[in-house]
């Protein structure tokens, strides 16, 4: 198949879809919350957690303040709250009242945990790294809240139960698919594909 290239990076997409989560945050008796698409797991041991996040935003200089933050991830029924605290600045707007958001009790951490997320990490920040007009926050997780009936029986997230929320970019949401996961077993395809 045939392949464009292209050297403008204006808007670069092909990693999307991705987990839409918001982020919140508190410092100076303030709580804020922010839609955050570019987020992923660095480490098991210790576990670690990278959101990222730019300099511009509100929640940037909460978490710089305070060392914390949690991310929070939800499901497509309430996508409508990743588009409103994605859409206006903490700066202007109490977004946790104006919008609603419930919290449930933090248990490490002072940044909210949100009642709509089916699973939400809490993290201190052990390091920060800048990366263009980013910075990529990497934080120890130090308490996991989750709703057991979206795993059903396992680690697995039954997506009959719960379906996150996918973003596509822009303004784009939809949902994975609830057809039965399939599971490719690497080591047998691995032997299977060198004839072992």
């Not at 991705?18 to 100076?28: E, L, N, P, Q, Y």
């Not at 670690?48 to 509100?58: D, E, G, L, T």
């Not at 089916?118 to 934080?139: I, K, L, P, Q, S």
Request: proline content about 5%; aromatic content about 8%; overall charge neutral.
């Amino acid at each position: 198949m045939e392949k464009a290239v292209t050297e403008r990076m204006d808007s670069f997409y092909h990693h999307y879809p991705a987990v839409a989560t918001i982020v919140t945050s508190h410092a100076g008796g303030r709580d804020n919350a922010m839609a955050v698409a570019w987020h992923c797991a660095l480490s098991r041991q210790p576990p670690v957690y990278m959101v990222a996040i730019s300099p511009k935003r509100f929640s940037h200089g909460l978490i710089v303040e305070s060392g914390e933050f949690a991310v929070n991830f939800i499901p497509y029924a309430s996508a409508k709250l990743v588009a409103l605290v994605g859409g206006c600045s903490g700066r202007d707007v109490d977004k946790l009242k104006a919008f609603g958001l419930a919290c449930v009790p933090s248990h490490k951490v002072k940044a909210p945990v949100l009642e709509a997320a089916y699973a939400a990490y809490e993290c201190r920040v052990v390091g920060r790294h800048a990366t263009g007009d980013h910075d990529a926050f990497f934080g120890e997780i130090v308490a996991v809240h989750h709703r057991p009936a979206a795993y059903g029986s396992g680690r697995v997230m039954d997506l009959e139960q719960m379906q996150p929320i996918l973003y596509l970019g822009d303004d784009l949401y939809t949902v994975v698919s609830t057809e039965a996961p399939v599971c490719l077993e690497r080591q047998s395809l691995v032997r299977g594909a060198l004839g072992r």
